[in-house]
């Protein structure tokens, strides 16, 4: 499944898969403070990566929540991982969305810092964090776009999104047609 919305030329792109199997500059990582592996979309980027991804995480000695860093994408296709650390939600007034905000706009300045042009993001924090997709995926959507709309080297953000029900809260929450 998949769904396109244009920003002044470029894609913001929904798509349900498999965010390790991109082949993007950079794959945005769902990851936890330690940065040292977890579940969900971090054991799979882990997997995929190959340790060389979490020796460098070592490195980095962790990252708090609205923040994010940058690796190497190991055996990925994709040339980098970001890791960034979403809010666990606790009742939606403890900051959660600002820090929801921060995790994707820290991550997109990131690409550009180091001129990547396509990144993917998983829905950060609607997993073990607990963050209700239908409030998440708004929050998500307007600061990539935000980001995109004054950023113009940013030429594709790729939303992956694992299943269909999130899927489709993303593509209501967007606005736009499914496409086959
Ligand atoms: P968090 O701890 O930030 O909530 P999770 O990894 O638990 O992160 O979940 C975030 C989202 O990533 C969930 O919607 C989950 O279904 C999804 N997810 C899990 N594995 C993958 C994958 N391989 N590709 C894309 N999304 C994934």
Do not use: W
């Not at 460098?56 to 609205?66: A, K, T, V």
């Not at 009742?91 to 969305?97: A, N, R, V």
């Not at 180091?114 to 998983?122: E, G, K, M, S």
């Amino acid at each position: 499944m998949y769904a396109v919305f244009p920003i002044d030329g470029r894609r913001l792109e929904l798509v349900q898969g498999d965010i390790t199997r991109q082949e993007v500059d950079a794959i945005v990582n769902a990851a936890n403070p330690s940065l040292l592996g977890g579940g969900g979309v971090d054991g799979a980027i882990h997997r995929a990566g190959g340790p060389e991804i979490l020796a460098e995480c070592r490195q980095l000695g962790g990252c708090p929540p609205g923040e994010a860093r940058i690796t190497t994408g190991g055996r990925l296709k994709a040339r980098y991982v970001i890791h960034a650390v979403g809010p666990v939600y606790y009742d939606g007034k403890s900051g959660e969305p600002e820090t929801l905000a921060n995790a994707y706009r820290r991550s997109l300045e990131l690409a550009s810092e180091h001129r990547l042009h396509t990144v993917a993001f998983p829905s950060i924090s609607t997993g073990a964090y607990g963050y209700p997709v239908e409030q998440a995926a708004p929050i998500a959507l307007h600061t990539v776009i935000d980001y995109m709309r004054t950023h113009p080297e940013i030429e594709l953000v790729r939303f992956v999104l694992y299943d269909t029900p999130t899927f489709e809260v993303y593509r209501r929450a967007l606005g736009v047609q499914a496409e086959t």
